[in-house]
Nanobody, 115 residues
Framework: AQLVESGGGLVQPGGSLRLSCVAS????????MSWYRQDPGKEREVVAS???????TYADSVKGRFTISRDNVKNTVYLEMSRLEPNDTAVYYC??????????WGQGTQVTVSS
């Protein structure tokens, strides 16, 4: 099983980005999918999650600015990020977990918010 993220980059404060996570070797619909992020020197934190049924949860710091979604046909999960702030700068990781607690991590994609 493999997760491959894309869509990161450099963006100005107030800008937007869309991250994508393409899954292979697993049936996406069986997994809770999440986005985590980690800045150097800080712990990895969960940003947003979407259940197999579509229920979404968000970290307080991104509520109202980020939207997580999934397309089980395309085996892809998205993170739409808007009104980006310098504090959003981090490596963003895609994460999959099934009901047996099998976990898969992506390799990460860098998001830098700076003027």
């Amino acid at each position: 099983a493999q997760l491959v993220e894309s869509g990161g980059g450099l963006v100005q404060p107030g800008g937007s980005l869309r991250l994508s996570c393409v899954a292979s070797g697993l049936v996406l619909g069986r997994y809770v999918m999440s986005w985590y992020r980690q800045d150097p020197g800080k712990e990895r934190e969960v940003v947003a999650s979407v259940s197999s049924g579509g229920g979404q949860t968000y970290a307080d710091s991104v509520k109202g600015r980020f939207t997580i979604s999934r397309d089980n046909v395309k085996n892809t999960v998205y993170l739409e990020m808007s009104r980006l702030e310098p504090n959003d700068t981090a490596v963003y990781y895609c994460h999959a977990r099934d009901w047996l607690q099998n976990i898969v991590w992506g390799q990460g994609t860098q998001v830098t918010v700076s003027s």
